[in-house]
């Protein structure tokens, strides 16, 4: 079947609104794609805010992505952005967390929050870093609950290490500790790719549906999920590293549409327009191995502004 | 009874080398204590290795420590270690690690390694320090078992981080993680209290009755052994910290025997030297509030050496 | 002389209001030292203040600091602080300074920064790290003033490293980058030694004679002042660091005082009070190889919290 | 006139090799470019050492570089390397440096070593990290000759920081440390920029030409050459970014000879290829917001790895 053959292969993105947007382009779709429900909203100057929703299997099919939602919230300038502008994008977090959190369990329900990824690699850093920012008042609701509030959530955290550094796959690692301390809900966080520099930790993803570590650059692991885990997972992704060869391809439709405004289109253009360019990029790209995935140069200081906006959105969501 | 009294007040280490020292000068025993057997050695001119067995409960009372063994490797100078010393330091971790997990399991039993600690706080980083420079080979034996030596021992590795940051006790986490993945042994990393700060990060105690996280420094956690995990419990401990007022104390000491000596000696300072200095110490010093614990400045360098040494000595001895 | 040489030998700490109280009680002075003139003020609960001013040559024999003012600004509990304390120990540092800073030179001459320390041994580190920072304007006047308010006052900032990982001192760089850049003023940190473990980095000297690097640890170097450098040096100093022998030394004391309280009294107690007991601990302590500069456990996040007091102190203080 | 625009505009690399490559291909230029001269040597199976030679104006004017040697050391696969590769490339770049120091000073010569760059920015911190494995040599031949063998060259160190946050250009900083210390050379460590993600962490360009800080991104600052600072200055620089337009403009250029190559070669295409690329890559990309620089996703690797190649190959390059 078409498409999914062209999901398997093409989106290059773990962000569910850039493949959404792939997949209307790629289909000429003027309107919502079936399965799909969309809303958007903007908050001041800086921020915007869409919720896709997947609905049923069509729309699993069409963008890949599992039936709940997604809500991808985009923060202008967040580069270089001040204490005002974190404080406002961790407010959108903190609105869309606190919505789906409420959704999922109740109000004092124990919440385990876990930061994916590797402290050493800075594009890989996001995870760990939210989990040093994260108020945990599980241990003090045991040992010394007199200096909490009335009703305090018990909140607790780890950052479990990826793969490559532990030998544990991490949902062998998750699995045992939910077994063993009983949370209601778990919020992941994880750095994504995307299809965009620009979205680079500007954009924060929100889904109910839990995340596979490492699906968008090609290295799948087991999924955490309420499948694997018993709980339900709520998944927090920023975008830190771009395909090279998706800055490639997406350069080259740029080009070629700028080629064609400009009146040199011909059949041979219109008929590339059609092909998958990403796949003969990748493909023209091979010999040369440069089939790398980067980031941009600024990376340790976003990801620091990131795990700022994430880390104050959890803890103003957890607790009332 | 006297002497449980004074086990519980007095020893204000983790080694089992000191609290034995301790003992035998409180009470005056010239040779062995009874329940103890200890054997000594040296290797070359800057490493000295200590065995101390506790063999039963009599052992047990004297020195406040689980029956089993407690090597203690001091190394001189390791401060201003170049390359060679760290070298041979670990090759003496390497050698009585071995020999300890041999009588445990089998050569080629999976083997978790875990490093207590907080990696953001310096005299309490060696454990996280240690876990990245171990050479993991679980997954590979999963997923490219190709790329290995016949024979490779399955060996993984976390760092659950501590109470305060997580708000999990650390029995939870690795409970969890051996209850999935089902490892046979488990080396723990982590740092010590010590009496002396030239011990600090000079020395390095491996014992094979597992260990009780903080027990040195008064903040007491679950223990972490056989009886908890179900599975054999070797650790390996390195003095990082020493309390001030244990520094203020055995000075004191130093001070009296001095005085004494120059033949200042009277009945006041023979009773002096009966009390309880340490109590004494403590209860002077508490309403000036300096009851802190401490480490050298030097700390930063110090954990960097004894990282190599102790990731090189378990490095060597869990692979042939 | 007596005294010219106890200075030599005993304050052990880089505080002149430690120094003035160390001499006043060592030679039972009940009012003011002769050439001194100090003033207390205290701000809130939490914060005093306490400015020492040497007036001749007179006050500097006796505390053994140069002619000038050296405020002390003591900060209750910073070492648990949240954001309103660190922000209102920084406002103490900002009146301070901004009224040293008038007095030396006019509202927009060029300042310079100066972090001293090595940013890798963590109670070395705050320099380094204050001068992160600081908000530098010197290029912005040059490159795009359009961007800055009028009458912004150029500052720059360095951190020149320390001997032993550079070779060169401090001044020599100093001094050249001054004849390159011409400012009007150099503002220095500098991590000082201190008597007390409750002062380690819970207080701020103010002085405006410049330093001496290493001063308070033995490691003299060539001083950082409007005799070296040809233009005026404020030095800002916080402790981070205490000698084991001080620890001792000051515990003897209270234990002596405690000993003779209750009555034990006797003549040979009473000598011992006049002697100098740093350096009978000093001498006990040689053979014990135990003279360590010590830091508390702490550390790491006393610096941070730090070294944001005293960036925000200079930048508040340098621009209107 | 034709070139000095192209060079103004094109190159997009600091490495003198890719230059040269890059005006060949422009000028279908077959055998070598007039006022060039180059020599290429393989060493092992991993290492590619080419010496270009800029002999004369005719030469500066064609690749925009100096007259004076450059010196290109490839790795292969530095990325993935163990002791033994990093040991071998280290050796490489103490040859290389040995001979271009012999032809500038004599073997005593007192020698300052420069780290440029960023410690907070991974892809820019390579010099900061490559100075703290320095062997510095100045200050113990003052205070401690002792320690050090006969004929020991004074070698000294700084990392001067980056404008951005001195506030001070670094001209200015260098130039106050030689009229203070009066080194006879100075050995600069600076990160560049490539044509190539393959080429990132992979090279090392040796130049006895100085360097100007930044050329390769567009920020161009003041030089740091024998005409700027008075002594000769041996420049290092290692590839650590490249930017997005070029990678597109890089794979739009793969892509049109491709398609060329198939046979759909048509005069539009043809044309295409005579126009600058990159400079309409910029144009399309610039209303996207996408000129980003950017790094490989393993740069933190890829540095730690390369400052122990470069310090190394100093360390044996400037002692005997």
């Given at each position: 079947?078409k498409?999914?053959?062209?999901f398997?292969?093409?989106?290059?993105?773990?962000?569910?609104?850039?493949?959404?947007?792939?997949?209307r382009?790629?289909n000429?779709i003027?309107?919502?794609?079936?399965g799909?429900?969309?809303?958007?909203?903007?908050?001041g100057?800086?921020?915007?805010?869409?919720?896709v929703?997947v609905?049923?299997?069509e729309?699993?099919?069409?963008?890949g992505?599992?039936?709940?939602?997604?809500?991808?919230?985009?923060?202008k300038?967040?580069k270089?952005?001040?204490?005002?502008e974190?404080q406002k994008?961790?407010?959108?977090v903190?609105?869309?967390?606190?919505?789906?959190?409420?959704?999922?369990?109740?109000?004092?329900?124990d919440?385990l929050v876990v930061?994916l990824g590797?402290?050493?690699?800075?594009?890989d850093a996001?995870?760990?870093?939210?989990?040093?920012d994260i108020?945990?008042?599980?241990?003090?609701?045991?040992?010394?609950?007199e200096?909490?509030?009335?009703?305090?959530?018990p909140?607790?955290?780890?950052?479990?290490g990826v793969?490559?550094t532990?030998?544990?796959?991490?949902?062998?690692?998750?699995k045992?500790?939910?077994?063993?301390?009983?949370?209601?809900?778990?919020?992941v966080?994880?750095?994504?790719?995307?299809?965009s520099?620009?979205r680079?930790?500007?954009?924060?993803?929100?889904?109910?549906t839990?995340i596979?570590?490492?699906?968008?650059?090609?290295n799948?692991?087991?999924?955490?999920t309420?499948?694997?885990?018993g709980?339900?997972?709520i998944?927090?992704?920023?975008?830190?590293?771009?395909?090279?060869?998706?800055i490639?391809?997406d350069?080259l439709e740029?080009f070629?549409?700028k080629?064609q405004?400009?009146g040199h289109?011909?059949?041979?253009?219109?008929q590339?327009k059609?092909e998958d360019?990403?796949q003969?990029?990748k493909?023209?790209?091979a010999?040369?191995d440069?089939?790398?995935?980067?980031?941009?140069?600024?990376?340790d200081?976003?990801?620091?502004?990131?795990?700022?906006?994430?880390?104050?959105g959890?803890?103003?969501a957890?607790?009332?």
């Amino acid at each position: 079947m078409k498409w999914s053959v062209k999901f398997m292969m093409n989106f290059r993105t773990d962000l569910a609104l850039e493949r959404r947007d792939l997949y209307r382009k790629a289909n000429n779709i003027a309107n919502e794609i079936n399965g799909l429900e969309t809303q958007e909203e903007t908050i001041g100057e800086n921020v915007k805010v869409t919720r896709v929703k997947v609905l049923n299997e069509e729309g699993e099919q069409a963008i890949g992505k599992k039936k709940g939602s997604y809500i991808t919230i985009d923060i202008k300038d967040l580069k270089i952005a001040g204490e005002d502008e974190i404080q406002k994008a961790s407010e959108a977090v903190t609105k869309e967390l606190k919505a789906l959190i409420g959704n999922l369990v109740a109000d004092q329900d124990d919440i385990l929050v876990v930061g994916l990824g590797n402290l050493y690699v800075t594009p890989d850093a996001l995870g760990p870093k939210v989990i040093q920012d994260i108020d945990i008042t599980r241990h003090l609701l045991t040992y010394m609950p007199e200096v909490l509030e009335q009703g305090t959530r018990p909140v607790s955290a780890v950052s479990p290490g990826v793969l490559g550094t532990t030998g544990i796959e991490t949902v062998e690692i998750l699995k045992g500790i939910v077994d063993n301390i009983h949370p209601k809900l778990i919020i992941v966080i994880d750095a994504l790719a995307s299809r965009s520099i620009e979205r680079i930790s500007s954009t924060v993803q929100i889904a109910d549906t839990g995340i596979v570590p490492g699906a968008g650059v090609g290295n799948t692991r087991k999924e955490l999920t309420i499948d694997t885990l018993g709980i339900p997972v709520i998944a927090i992704g920023v975008p830190t590293v771009v395909e090279a060869a998706t800055i490639a391809a997406d350069s080259l439709e740029l080009f070629i549409n700028k080629v064609q405004e400009e009146g040199h289109s011909n059949e041979f253009l219109n008929q590339l327009k059609e092909e998958d360019k990403y796949q003969m990029i990748k493909e023209i790209l091979a010999p040369e191995d440069y089939n790398f995935i980067v980031t941009p140069k600024e990376i340790d200081e976003l990801i620091e502004n990131m795990s700022s906006v994430v880390a104050r959105g959890i803890n103003f969501a957890t607790q009332k």
